[in-house]
Structures are given as C-alpha cells and as structure tokens.
C-alpha cells in the first residue's frame, strides 16, 4: 500500500481529482489477496456512503494479478454491472524469472473491460514479446506502455524514481481521461 509507486500515483490522480483507494494484503497468496481485493469492490458497488457509479481496478505486480482475478470473477458472475470500467496493471507478472513457458494470462484472456499495462521493457517476470503476445489474443480494448529499460520494480539506470513515476502517472491519467473523459485539473 505504501510502495512509492503506489504513493506517487495515487497523489498525482488525487491532484487531478480521481479518488483512490490504496489497501494491501499482507499475504502473497493469490487466492487471498483476490478475496480480499473483491470484497472491497462489493463493498464500494453497495456503499450508501460512496454512491460510485463505477471504479476502475490496478494493481501492481502480483496486485494487478489479483485485481485480474477479481474482474474475471465478477464478470463470470450474474452481478456483472459494468461496475468496473477498467484495470490498470503495472509491473504484471506474467511469469516467473526464468519461467517463460508458463504463462500467467487465464484471467486476462477473459477480460472485456479496458485494460491498461504499465511495464518496463527489461521486466524479468513479463518478457516483453510474450506481454505483447498475450495482449494481442485479448478481446478487451487494451493498451501497453512500456517504461524503456525498466525493470519489475520499475528502476531504471540513469533516472530517478521520481523521473520514472512521472511518466508512468501522466501515462494512467491520459489513459483514464481516454476511458471516462475526465476533466484535467
């Protein structure tokens, strides 16, 4: 919840006047953090207190796994509203380091809603053809940004983190005006 990334995107969206919402699961269990991020959305869906008509999911690394997992879910169930307009995904674990040939797409392959990754082109858990291949056999309308010579934590050499979180923040918010035409502040 706390990650600078995380921290850093959330500010900026803030400033822009897109409401977040950051929480973490203490467990690296997917299964977990699905049902934990899922009951927050059913939450927000039912909520006198918010009154959303909609909200657009992101994680980051195995984050956007679950929010993956949780859109898939949903969208499976009868309950499908069109509540979740969107995920983003930054840093997406498509697979292992050195574990290329097993592919974590099930969820994104049923994905409908737009879908945004973040990823850096030297990410040794989302190669970046194997991303891009992925993506094409996805149905949803979908976007890649790649942060050049980034890794998964999103470093690169010869760029400040603050540098590098500019890009990504400008890139989500251009994204999400695309997708509800938010007004810039």
Known sequence: ?????????????????????????????????????????????????????????????????????????????????????GLMCLSYPLHRPKLQSKLRDEDLLLIRCPVLFVSGSADEMCEKQLLEGVVSKMKAPKKIHWIEKANHGMTVKGRTTDNVMEEINAHVFSWLRENVHLEQK
């Open 1 to 85: 919840m706390n990650f600078p990334h995380l921290v850093s995107l959330a500010a900026y969206l803030a400033s822009h006047g897109v409401l977040c919402l950051r929480f973490t699961c203490k467990g690296l269990n997917i299964a977990y953090r699905t049902k934990a991020f899922k009951t927050v959305v059913e939450y927000l869906r039912l909520s006198d207190d918010y009154k959303l008509s909609g909200v657009f999911l992101a994680g980051r690394s195995m984050g956007s796994r679950a929010a993956a997992s949780v859109i898939r879910q949903l969208s499976q169930d009868d309950d499908d509203d069109g509540f979740i307009q």
